[in-house]
């Protein structure tokens, strides 16, 4: 049995793909499954850049968005909650959404968790299949000191 | 439990680490454990070249050394076999030695026995702490479509 495993996710095909191989390969229990969004902080600037026709004040702005993508993100996540408890057979899942840089965010976590191993898919949401790796995939195993499994989610060939 | 773990061992130090967190970490048993030792076959040609002077025929001698490799390491895996099965709770352990070039023999090898998993460490035998990642386990990483557990072997700071 796994004690605590972190999993990042920003809801792609990819991500989704990699808790499905998780599934079939791995056949015991997991005690709790930590399940992580992170919001990137970057796009979160080019959207107030968007958005500012119809803003005054800047900060106001800036929490207005996060506070809406937040409560997005938490939808989205208990939406897909069950369906990670069971493919992942964990007993318990809690659900995190952070603001930031992704891969910061995810080594602070899986330390503030004090998790046992890190899921990761090989390729996230920007989905070139031309790189080898995600950045974000690729940041997170070259920072952190825990355990990542990293699951292929190309399509099979 | 994890069906079948492959474990890519060069018997250095930083391999025998990685087993020691997976112990810690997973709580589950391995139904089969391969280990499996690649005999560099770019270091055995440097071999020949220091060992040529004792040597009439090149044949003869790339025969000799080969074999004498393979029988070294089967006897080092032999010493280390126990200590895998009982630190990694598996059921089975069979053993394995090649003659290529690492990362394509471990690729090769987890399709062959069709493993659900492959164990590798974050550095291997070279040991250059200043580097990101042993090139052998970011080749295999690259290659394979089989999950790959990254398991950080540098020292805690």
């Given at each position: 049995m796994?004690?605590k495993?972190l999993?990042p996710t920003?809801f ?6 990699a808790i499905?191989?998780?599934?079939r390969d791995?056949?015991?229990e997991?005690k709790e499954?930590?399940?992580?969004h992170?919001i990137?902080?970057?796009k ?8 500012s026709?119809?803003?005054?004040k800047e900060e106001r702005?800036m929490?207005d ?9 938490m ?8 369906k ?5 057979k964990?007993?318990?899942?809690k659900m ?9 965010e995810?080594v ?5 968790e004090?998790v046992s191993?890190i899921l990761?898919p ?6 070139f299949?031309?790189?080898?790796f995600?950045?974000?995939?690729m ?11 990293i699951?292929?989610t190309h399509?099979?060939?």
């Open positions: 796994f004690r495993i999993f920003d792609s095909e990819g991500a989704m793909r499905q191989r998780f599934n791995n056949e015991s997991v499954c930590v399940i992580l992170v990137d902080e970057g979160l600037e080019d959207m107030l850049n968007g958005y026709y119809f803003y005054k702005e929490h968005i996060e506070e809406k993508l937040k409560e997005k993100a939808k989205e996540m208990q939406e897909r909650a069950e990670c408890k069971e493919m992942m964990a007993k318990n899942i995190l959404v952070r603001v930031g840089i992704p891969y910061e995810i602070k976590v899986a330390e503030e004090n191993l990761m090989s390729h996230g949401t920007q989905g299949s031309h790189e080898l995600g950045s974000t995939t940041r997170v195993l070259k920072k952190t000191k825990k355990p990542v499994l699951i292929k399509k099979e060939e």
